[in-house]
C-alpha cells in the first residue's frame, strides 16, 4: 500500500518549501471528495437497490444504505492512501494504483498546460483538482485532490519555476513566444529576473468580465437548444409521474376537458399561448442570466511569464472555479464565431486553437462585444490578423449555392406537396396556402442563406497567419499560424473540377485539427498553400 | 494578396501503383458484387414468390440496382484509379493524389510525421501489395500510399522513418 520512503507525517505539511524530492500525498479531504464523487454516479442506482431492499423490510433498506456508503468511503479512501507525486527538479512523478502500481513521469519542459478544476464539494473543503497536459495525444495527468496551497505551488512548480540554475538561464527574452506581444506588453518579458513566486500572482490581464456582457446571455440560440431539449427529456420522462389530476385538476376525457367541450378552450388558448411566450421568454432571459453569472463569474484572462515563453491564465466560475493555464507557444491561432442573433446585437465570441489541452478549442471569454473580441484577439495572437482584409473567391461559389438553395427550396416545397394533396384527395380540405407559404418562406431564406454564404467566403494570409472565414447565418473566421500547419489536403469532387473549385483542408494539431477553406477557386488554393507553406508545396506545384 | 500571376496547380506526383493494384481492385469489387448477385437473387425470389402488389416494382428496382451498381467497379474504374493513384516521397515532403470521382491531394511535410507504419491484408498478399500509412498530430492528417509493391513498401517505410528520425523537431 503506502510506499516505504512515505514518512508517516500528516498528507499536507503546513511548511511551504518542501525538499523537491520528498513524496507527497493529496489533500486529506480527497478522502471525503472521491466518495461523493462515486455516490454521484452511483446515486440512482443505490436508491433504486436501498428502496427494493426496503420494500421488504425497512431495516434491510437501510442497512443495504448503509453498506453501500461504507463501500464508497472504502473505495474513496483508496486513492488518498494510494496516490503520491513530487517534483524534481526535472520531473513530476506521480505514483498511484492499489493492485496495479503505475508510476507517471513527465518532464518539466514537456508540461504545456494546468488545469485547475474545483467543484461546489471541493471549494467547500477547500481542495481542488489539478491536471497537468503535457505532450499532444498522451491523456492528462490527474491528482484529485489537492489543497488550493499545494494546487498553487504545483502550478508554479510546473509552468512557473526555475528550480534549477540551469533551467534559470532557459529563461531568455527572445523565446518562441516573446515575439508575440512584442510591442503591445513589455513588462512580462522583462520580468525574467523577478522571483517566479511573484511574478506567478501578478501578471498582464489581458481580459476581464464585464457585466454589461450579460445582455448575449439570453441570444444565445445554442444554450436555449440545450434547455429545451433538457426541459423535455425531463416532461417526456416524468409525465406519467406528475398528478395533473389532482394538482391541476384536469381531466382529459373524450372531445372533452373536464366535461366541457374542447372547442370553448381553443378560444382560451388564444389568449393563453400568447401569454406562455411571454412568461416562456421572461423566464428564460432570466434563467440565462442566473447561468452566465454562475458560469462566468470573476472572468480573468492573465498573461504571466513562464518557464519558457509565456502563458495565459484563464479563471472563471461561482460555484465551481476552473482555472486553466497554458504556454502561450502552444496557442497555434484563435477564432471568432458571430451567430446569427448575436451578430445581430453586435456580439461574438473567441476561442483558441491550442495543443496539450483537454480542451483544445477553449473559450477564451463569454459572448463579448465584437471589439472586445478583436481587441483580445489581436493581442493573443500578436498581431491583426482578424482585421486583414480577405480575398473573396470569385463569383463561382455563387452559383453554386444559388443553384444548392433552388434545389432545396424545390425539395422542401414538394415535400410540403405531399401531405396537401394527401388532405386534398382523401379529405374534403384543400390547403393550397402550405405549399406556397413554405415556397415563398423556404425561398428567401435559402436565397439569403445563399448570397450570405458567398459574401462570407474569403482568405487572406498575414505575416504569420492564415485566416479563413466562411459561414452563411453563423460566420466563422479562423486565424491559424502558419507554422501550426501540418499538411495540406486539396479534394475536388466531380462537380468541383467542372466548376473549378476545390475544398482545402489544413490539417494541424490544435483545435479541432483542421481548417477547412471551403470553396476556393483551385488555382488559388495551390498558390495559398505555396504562400502559406511554400517548403512543403512549392516542389509539387507547376 | 498573394494573387498568383498565372494559373497554378499541384503537378502530378511522380510515381505510379503498382501494376497489380487494379487487379487487386477488380478482385476486391468482384468479391463484394458476389454478395450483391446473392442479394438480388434473394430479392428476385421473393418478388416472383410473394403476391405482387405496388411494392414489386421497387423490389424490381432494388435488383436491377443490386445488379449493375458492382459493374463499374469490375469494369474500367480500376483502370481510371491506376491512372489517378500517384505518390511521391522527397526529403521534404509525402504527396499522394488519389480518388475516382472525387480527386484528393495530400501533402505532408515529413518534419511533422509522428507514425509511419504499413499494413496488408490476407487478399493484398496474394497480390505482392502493401500500404503504407504516415500519421501526424492532427487526427485529420492521415495519409496512405495505398498499394504498393511489398518490397518498395518497405522500401518507402525505411527511407520515411530515417527522414522523419533526422528531423527533431516537436512535431506539432
Redesign the interface.
Known sequence: MSTPETPPTPPTPPQPPVPEDEWQRLAGWTAVVSPISTLRQAVIPVAVGAFGAGQANPLIGLLVAVGIAVVAAVIGLIPWLTTTYRVTPTHLEVRKGLLNRTTLTARLDRVRSVDLNSTLVHRALGVTKVSVGTGVDEGQINLDSLTKESAARLRRELLHATPSPSAAEAVEPGGEASGDEGSTESTATGGSEVSPASVADDGEVIAKLDWSWIKYAPLNLKNLAIALGGLAAFFGAFSELIPWEQTLGLRVDDGEINGRPIESFLDMLLIAIPIAVVVAVLVWAAGSCVGYVVRWWDLQVVREQGREGTTLRRSFGLTSTRATTVEEAKVRGATSTVGPLIGLAGGADLNLLTTGLDDNFPAVLPTAPESVVSTVGRDILGEDAFSAELTGHGPRPRRRYWFRALIGTAIVTSLALVPTVLIGVYGDLWLWWLPVAVLVIGFVLELLGAELAHRHLGHALTERYLVVRSGSFTTVRTALQTEGIIGWRVKQTYFDRRLGLAQVTAMTAAGREYVEVPDVPVETAVALATAATPRTVSEFVE | ????DA?????E?AHQVSERAPAYWRMTSAIGAVFWLAFAIGAAVTAVLTPSGWWTWLIWLAVALMVLAPIPGVTFVPSVRFRIHRW?V?E??V?VRHGW?????????LS?VQTVDSTQGPLMRHFGLRTVKVS??????I?EISCLDDALALEVVAKLVAITAATPED??
Not at chain 2, 494578396?1 to 498568383?4: L, R, S, T
Not at chain 2, 494559373?7 to 503537378?11: D, N, V
Not at chain 2, 501526424?136 to 492528417?141: E, F, Q, W
Open positions: 494578396m498573394n494573387a498568383p494559373p497554378r496547380r499541384l503537378r506526383p511521391e522527397t521534404i515532403a504527396h470521382l472525387t480527386v484528393v491531394d495530400e501533402i505532408v511535410p511533422r501526424t498530430a492532427s487526427s485529420a492528417g495519409v512535431a506539432t
